[in-house]
């Protein structure tokens, strides 16, 4: 019978987590992680193939997390407005998940839905907190989503990098006015869905 591992897959991803969380995607090596175990790297490779397993699946406890601040929104009025919110408040406390998930370019050019389709529930419920709270159709939902998640997503891009700090005051501000401005805007019907180029899926460079 073989040996029984020292350490379980779960409590691997959980140390790896938080070492990302504390220092970064590129300190997740085997001997760091074996470190941070109090062991070899051995027990990593007998409970996962290669670190790229390891890589994968913390990313995927990192947009797990992400998700639990998210989810949170569905507590307050209005909805929407608190998720951007914590939206911002996961990069502030998780500034280098934050930069895992949204700011980890591969020079690969994507449309802004298969940039963002690993976090598809969140879009869903955003998009239907818009169409209960405010009455608008799915599509407008699904512009004025995309437009204030832009915004949104540039605000925690300073946060994370600290570029910039901001008080919840001025998060709030700055949240309900571009909102409110881009509500005004779908609702008149100025802004619509962007047509997506063809040549966002191609990889090849110019």
Known sequence: MPPKPKHTRE??????LELVSEKGMETL?????????????????????????VQQEVIAA???????YAQ????????????????????????????????????????????????????????QMLQKDYGLSAEEAAVLFRHVWIFTFGLGALCATGVCCFSDEEI??????NFMAMLVRVQSGDIRKPTVHPQLNDTDSD
């Open 11 to 16: 409590q691997i991803i959980a140390a790896a």
């Open 29 to 53: 090596t085997a001997r760091e992680l074996g470190a941070r175990l109090g062991t070899s790297a051995r027990p990593i490779f007998t409970a996962f193939k290669n670190m790229e397993e």
């Open 62 to 68: 990192a947009a797990k997390r992400f998700q639990s």
């Open 72 to 127: 949170r929104a569905v507590h307050f009025t209005p909805a929407f407005k608190q998720l951007g919110m914590q939206v911002l408040l996961f990069a502030a406390e998780e500034p280098k998940l934050y930069q895992l998930l949204f700011m980890r370019g591969d020079g690969t050019r994507r449309s802004f839905d298969q940039a963002f389709s690993f976090e598809d529930s969140m879009s869903v419920a955003g998009k």
């Open 172 to 177: 709030n501000d700055l949240l309900g006015q």
